[in-house]
């Protein structure tokens, strides 16, 4: 069973920085794309960042310069260092594993974590 446990979110002011951590379980994590999408309210669900299974990243370019993925393949551990809030980046942020079975994506979600930026 796929279990993606998030951690790390609250509030903070314009300016500040934040770090989301996402635990994973039941899955190869060196084999799998992570990533972390937010959702505000009244809006679509979007990637903020993703880490493929070799390490490449992939960043939203509302984020890009002050958002920074990494992961611990030893401890499935996923992170997400936010720096330069805005409030902008407000909304629920959720842990995702994706990964491939012939030829399908396969999609696995945390409970999600709230950030609030302040102004």
């Known amino acids: 069973q796929v279990q993606l446990v998030e951690s790390g979110g609250g509030s903070v002011q314009a300016g500040g920085s934040l770090r989301l951590s996402c635990a994973a379980s039941?899955?190869?994590?060196?084999?799998?794309?992570m990533g972390w999408y937010r959702q505000a309210p009244g809006k679509q669900r979007e990637l903020v960042a993703n880490?493929?299974?070799?390490?490449?990243?992939d960043y939203a370019d509302s984020v890009k310069g002050r958002f920074t993925i990494s992961k611990d393949n030893a401890k499935k551990m996923v992170y997400l260092q936010m720096n330069s809030l805005k409030p902008e980046d407000t909304g629920v942020y959720y842990c995702?594993?994706?990964?491939?079975?012939?030829?399908?994506?396969?999609?696995?979600w945390g409970q999600g974590t709230q950030v609030t930026v302040s102004s």
């Open positions: 995702n594993a994706a990964q491939w079975r012939a030829g399908s994506r396969q999609d696995y």
């Open positions: 039941g899955i190869i994590f060196s084999s799998v794309v």
């Open positions: 880490i493929g299974s070799i390490g490449t990243t």
